[in-house]
């Protein structure tokens, strides 16, 4: 019996390690070709050491397009994203989770129900709308129409839920209102669950592709999904090239996920669902 | 006179209300107007020149009669098919893996994981060379070391949409793990125990405790990955545009063709509410139907 459970422990490591590798090859794929001259990319068998290495593929994709600024845009973006929905998300999970009002169970099932509404069907209303208001090419039509999450708002409502009222009574009797209540105390506490809220939206702000494609024209403002894709219809038959523009596109958001991994994966497992 | 001070409910639902404000405006501008304004613009015949005119139900009518609408339907169905069911499979293959004492467990998570931290569309220009029939595409060169034949994938109209397929499959896994970790995480090891205590072992403990009370997560992940597959865009936009002879134009690429290259509104936003109904009715139907069989602890 015991040796068993051995042999399937070992088992199961070996083929979690396998599919891992299995799984990171197309990025080996992306690093490799990234460093090759245009005539060895399509060699057979596959060289999985350049020779010579060229460097000079990101220079030369640097300079094929504007990349400092789609980076700068896409930092913009996921940042004032990000702070903007935690501000209202924490707002409103505090009135959801803490306050007890009338038409508190209607709104938070109306809340609920947009869950339900494609990305799709915003876009073509989002568009006439903003496009109206002159917002189109600005940062504004980027960001503002991000700020609303209802997954944030859950998320954080749940934690707050967890925070016994006696906090909040003692608080008020020491004259803290509410607002300081919820900005001083409520959200540093419940800091796993903010992290895990700012980095999904962090990420997927970084990540979004089909609304920044329709709200911006002018090349000076497209994020780096967009331009990325952009550039790879211009150069898609350089792969060394496209595969350099994808590797500057992906390093930044790979750096970040390592620093904050932990975070993200706990902060799924713990936070993210109970049953 | 003394005035009455107002009760407490009544002061808490003033202080909510501020407490919502920007929440309620942004979810009404940005999320539950376009419901209605879509279904308004999908009653107009709307080019971006000229001014919008009434016509009604037309657009839902040309709708019906359009071969290359119910062709994106079933291309989005045969993408659905393929695409969930074995994301799904995987992902609790790989989290039930993942699930116990392992060497360089967090290693191993994260290197899963990756592919969903990259963007969708950034991993389909990878995957858009990997796929390539050339001699040097990564898949093809597995083929050849296994002594398989070369294919000519995204060129090819019956492999196209399995490409899409094995792109998204990749690029979701590790996510999805993430979440039946959770779900696997969350059940007591109180049932195990008694189920071991009853003799149960192996297959056995996966069909009568892990699968019963895994059942809310797994639910939650076959909606949330149906509803994102329906709206698949990124990878077709990268990779075939819809092509070869249209064998991957998805309903969300036929939209935005419609609407932002064509700039027919009133067209795609007829197709946008026949997809909002669908994604509405199946969430209900789902509910009614799955969600009463779900067991919870």
């Given at each position: 019996m015991k040796r068993r459970d051995d042999f399937v422990r070992y088992a199961v490591q070996v083929a979690l390690v396998a599919g891992a590798v299995l799984v990171a090859v197309p990025f080996l794929w992306m690093l490799v070709t990234s460093l090759k001259e245009p005539d060895q990319v399509f060699t057979q068998p596959i060289h999985w050491v350049p020779h010579p290495v060229r460097w000079r593929n990101y220079v030369e994709a640097w300079q094929a397009a504007p990349f400092a600024r789609y980076f700068l845009n896409s930092a913009v973006v996921a940042v004032v994203t990000t702070a903007g929905q935690l501000v209202v998300s924490a707002m409103a999970a505090y009135a959801f989770a803490r306050l007890d009002f009338y038409l508190r169970e209607p709104l938070f099932a109306l809340f609920l129900g947009t869950m339900m509404i494609p990305e799709p069907l915003r876009l073509v209303p989002n568009f006439l709308v903003l496009s109206r208001l002159g917002w189109i090419d600005t940062y504004l039509a980027l960001t503002v129409p991000w700020m609303i999450s209802v997954f944030s708002i859950f998320l954080l409502r749940q934690f707050f839920q967890t925070i016994p009222?006696?906090?909040?009574?003692?608080?008020?009797?020491?004259?803290?209102?509410?607002?300081?209540?919820?900005?001083?105390?409520?959200?540093?506490?419940?800091?796993p669950a903010v992290l895990t809220a700012g980095l999904f939206t962090f990420i997927g702000s970084w990540n979004a592709f089909l609304w920044p494609l329709i709200v911006t024209n002018r090349e000076t403002m497209r994020p780096i999904q967009v331009g990325v894709a952009t550039f790879f219809q211009e150069y898609g038959t350089l792969p060394n090239l496209a595969m350099a523009a994808s590797t500057m596109a992906v390093a930044p958001v790979l750096l970040f996920f390592f620093l904050v991994q932990r975070q993200f994966i706990e902060g799924i497992i713990r936070t993210g669902l109970k049953g | 006179m003394a005035r009455r001070r107002p009760s407490p409910r009544l002061r808490a639902t003033v202080a909510a209300f501020f407490f919502l404000l920007p929440a309620l405006l942004l979810l009404g501008l940005f999320e539950i107007g376009p419901v209605f304004y879509s279904f308004y613009v999908s009653l107009l015949r709307w080019n971006i020149i000229g001014t919008p005119e009434w016509v009604g139900f037309a657009n839902y009518l040309a709708l019906r009669g359009d071969p290359d609408f119910w062709q994106a339907w079933l291309n989005t169905a045969y993408y659905v098919l393929l695409s969930v069911p074995t994301t799904m499979a995987l992902a609790l293959l790989l989290a039930s893996a993942l699930h116990r004492p392992l060497v360089g467990l967090g290693a191993l998570r994260t290197a899963y994981f990756l592919p969903y931290v990259t963007a969708a569309n950034a991993a389909a220009i990878v995957w858009f060379y990997v796929f390539h029939p050339e001699a040097g595409g990564l898949l093809n060169e597995a083929l050849?070391?296994?002594?398989?034949?070369?294919?000519?994938?995204?060129?090819?109209?019956?492999?196209?949409?399995?490409?899409?397929?094995?792109?998204?499959?990749?690029?979701?896994?590790?996510?999805?793990?993430?979440l039946f970790l959770a779900g696997l995480q969350n059940i007591s090891r109180e049932y195990y125990e008694q189920a071991a205590i009853d003799g149960a072992s192996g297959w056995r403990l996966f069909r009568y405790v892990t699968w019963p009370l895994l059942s809310p997560t797994t639910y939650f992940v076959l909606i949330i990955s149906l509803i994102g597959a329906f709206q698949v865009f990124s990878p077709v936009y990268i990779m075939t545009r819809g092509g070869p002879l249209d064998s991957t134009m998805v309903l969300v690429y036929y939209l935005y063709r419609h609407s932002f290259e064509y700039f027919d509104f009133g067209y795609a936003s007829a197709i946008a509410y026949v997809l909002f109904v669908f994604l509405f009715v199946l969430t209900l139907v789902q509910r009614r139907t799955i969600g009463t069989r779900v067991h919870y602890q």
């Open positions: 009222q006696e906090l909040e009574d003692a608080a008020a009797v020491d004259g803290c209102p509410r607002w300081r209540f919820l900005t001083q105390i409520l959200v540093p506490l419940a800091r | 050849r070391l296994v002594g398989l034949p070369r294919q000519r994938w995204l060129l090819d109209p019956r492999l196209a949409m399995p490409a899409v397929a094995i792109t998204q499959v990749w690029h979701l896994l590790g996510y999805q793990a993430v």
